[in-house]
């Protein structure tokens, strides 16, 4: 990507990486991806907004030195400090260590064990000023969680804009990257999307925090840190509102429950079955899905909307299945946190699913209800009743909690 003026003295120095094609280990990025990079050419404080990823350090600093001296650059702005922003800091800071560093406590604790030799660092607080000239400055807002602990948004009010980082960004490595310009805005749409679930799809309240924050700024344009720049009011206000809408889970009134289950010879499904009548009969939203028949995608979203998440299968080989696994293995802490869980099923002899469900449910950090319930092969009417009063136990235990 070649150097250019964005705005008056506001301009890109950030580098392509057109070949990646996998990012952060999961994410495929079938277009390559930016990361942007800005100065700001102000008279007397030359600023430095953000970093680019190790191994296009050159690449970047010769960008910057297209601009101006490397010894004339007095500050740097540190908005996140994943190493594909941060990577090329150490050489930058090696070449002038007298520029002042600027970002979060989170983030100067972050570079310091990146850069592993001493820097100046300035820890910001929420809404500082810093000064670059009598005529303008840069605001710093926390947005804490989008994606990282470490993350804030520069606010430079002259030129109406939001420096945000990963906030509204998409891995696509066009040959201009301007938003405005671009006549194919399906594969903006597309990536933007994309990587708002794969990044930020985590911290759903955390981005609506974030996306009232940068409303609240006077911004016609977001310099973001991967893909097209948003360059125009309408290009930020639709992005902003995707994210408004993909972030707003629709909770309902009613006490949520969402039962994920697999059965071989019918004997989990009845202990299903018996369960999910008795959540009914107490009122509760229940959303009922089979694994492996039904979409996994549509399971973590109904999860996400539920307060309480119930899994049931048979035991196979000393273990859960792998369809329920696949369930667990799709959401994270963050989305759990909170959030009510139980386990059941039917086995054989050995019975190891329910209690390693329940193991897997700490990690993900819900709340164990109980400790799971088990039934050896066909449930009798016995068992049956036992299923029933385990579902009546479950459903009481979190009404109680929850008043709902
Ligand atoms: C391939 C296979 C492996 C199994 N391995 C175990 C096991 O390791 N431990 C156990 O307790 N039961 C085991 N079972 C028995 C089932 O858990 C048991 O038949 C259960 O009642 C089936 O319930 P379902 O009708 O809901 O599928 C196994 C069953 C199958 C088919
Ligand atoms: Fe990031
Ligand atoms: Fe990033």
Redesign the pocket.
């Known amino acids: 990507m070649q150097v250019f003026n964005v705005k008056n003295n506001v301009y890109y120095i950030g580098v392509s990486d057109r070949g990646l094609r996998v990012f952060d280990i999961m994410m495929e990025t079938k277009h390559g991806t930016t990361y942007n990079s800005y100065l700001i050419k102000e008279e007397g404080g030359v600023t430095i907004i953000d970093g680019v990823k190790a191994g296009f350090t050159d690449k970047w600093l010769d960008n910057i030195r297209s601009l101006v001296d490397i010894k004339d650059i007095k500050y740097l702005v540190v908005q996140h400090t994943e190493p594909d922003h941060s990577g090329a800091i150490p050489a930058l800071l090696a070449l002038n260590p007298n520029i002042e560093v600027y970002g979060s406590f989170m983030a100067m604790a972050n570079l310091k064990e990146i850069n592993n030799a001493p820097f100046i660092s300035n820890v910001i607080k929420p809404k500082q000023e810093l000064k670059l000239s009598e005529r303008q400055s840069l605001f710093f807002y926390p947005v804490p969680n989008v994606h990282w602990p470490d993350t804030i948004i520069t606010h430079d009010p002259v030129n109406a804009i939001a420096f945000t980082c990963d906030f509204l960004g998409q891995h696509i490595a066009p040959q201009q990257l301007l938003y405005s310009k671009e006549p194919n805005k399906k594969i903006i749409e597309e990536e933007i999307k994309l990587y708002y679930d794969a990044i930020m799809a985590p911290f759903k309240s955390d981005v609506l925090k974030s996306v009232a924050t940068l409303k609240s700024l006077d911004v016609s344009m977001v310099l973001n840190s991967h893909g097209y720049i948003l360059d125009t009011k309408e290009a930020v206000d639709w992005a902003i509102n995707k994210y408004i809408k993909w972030s707003t889970v629709n909770k309902s009134e009613k006490l949520t429950i969402t039962v994920v289950f697999a059965?071989?010879?019918?004997?989990?499904?009845s202990m299903s079955e018996a369960v999910i009548s008795e959540l009914e009969k107490a009122s509760a939203l229940v959303h009922v899905f089979e694994v492996p028949r039904d979409d996994l995608a549509t399971i973590v979203a109904r999860i996400e909307e539920s307060d309480a998440l119930l899994v049931a299968s048979?035991?196979?080989?000393?273990d859960g299945i792998k369809p329920v696994y696949d369930v667990l293995n799709s959401l994270n802490p963050v989305m759990c946190f909170g959030k009510y869980f139980s386990a059941f099923?039917?086995?054989?002899?050995?019975?190891?699913a329910v209690r390693n469900y329940m193991n897997r449910a700490s990690e993900l950090r819900f709340k164990k209800v109980d400790e799971g319930f088990k039934v050896r092969?066909k449930p009798s009417e016995k068992e049956l009743e036992d299923t029933r009063l385990y579902a009546r136990n479950f459903i009481m235990k979190i009404k109680a909690e929850l008043n709902k």
Do not use: C, D
């Open positions: 059965s071989a010879y019918g004997y989990t499904r048979p035991t196979f080989v000393g099923g039917s086995y054989g002899w050995s019975g190891e092969l």
